[in-house]
């Protein structure tokens, strides 16, 4: 069974740009999380979507957004980039709640 | 969410047993304790979960004592292969948004 993927897999985007990330699940995984990886943060939830539903959100402001589809895909959306957004960007999935969660190789954001 | 406090980094020859402790003073009743590993460039992998006393899988144990404010990450015979960071995570186990912290950073030495 193929593993979460991510795409791009890094980009490089001016300040004042938006950019999207999409993520696809594992197979049967309706339960998508992103999460943003800096070195003086540390690894922080930003949103999980669930049935196409956003169930949880993280502390982050209104530039970050995310929707799901009916495959369970997601993408993730960053309006109005600041330099302090480069980070990893991570991706998560599992098929329901009470199991662990499988994270995506992510995806490099530098803003320049 | 409770938060989690690790050390920053550890050090360990090839062969010896690693633990690796996390304080998680303001546990709550539903929280359940989960490690991750973390290798650079790549997402991170679930390693072990539990709730309380002791579980162990096949490539590491998880002690827990009963007041469950800590937690201690056992990897038995370390290889170089294991050099990575190490999350704590503490947080119930329905919920998504888990508090990953700065993790400990492992090095394995030959």
């Known amino acids: 069974k193929a593993g979460v993927t991510q795409t791009p897999r890094y980009l490089i985007k001016t300040r004042g740009q938006q950019v999207t990330l999409s993520c696809s699940p594992i197979?049967?995984?309706?339960?998508v999380s992103w999460y943003q990886q800096t070195p003086g943060q540390g690894l922080q939830f930003l949103f999980e979507?669930?049935?196409?539903?956003?169930?949880n959100k993280g502390n982050f402001p209104g530039r970050f957004s995310g929707r799901q589809f009916s495959n369970s895909r997601s993408e993730m959306n960053v309006s109005t980039l600041e330099l302090g957004d480069s980070a990893l960007y991570l991706c998560?999935?599992?098929?329901?709640?009470?199991?662990?969660?499988?994270f995506g190789p992510g995806t490099r954001l530098t803003v320049t | 969410l409770a938060k989690t406090t690790q050390p920053i980094s550890m050090d360990s020859y090839e062969g010896q047993e690693v633990n690796i402790t996390c304080s998680h003073n303001?546990?709550?009743?539903?929280?359940?304790i989960t490690w991750y590993q973390q290798f650079p460039s790549q997402g991170p992998r679930f390693i072990i979960q539990?709730?309380?006393t002791k579980v162990t899988n096949e490539v590491a144990s998880l002690f827990i004592p009963a007041d469950r404010k800590s937690s201690t990450l056992s990897l038995p015979r370390v290889s170089l292969s294991d050099t990575a960071v190490y999350y704590c995570?503490?947080?119930?186990?329905?919920?998504?948004?888990?508090?990953f912290g700065t993790g400990t950073r492992l090095t394995v030495i030959p």
């Open positions: 998560a999935s599992r098929p329901r709640d009470e199991y662990e969660q499988y």
């Open positions: 197979s049967g995984h309706r339960s």
């Open positions: 303001n546990i709550a009743t539903n929280d359940y």
């Open positions: 995570l503490v947080g119930d186990w329905g919920a998504n948004n888990l508090f």
């Open positions: 979507y669930f049935s196409e539903t956003q169930r």
């Open positions: 539990g709730y309380k």
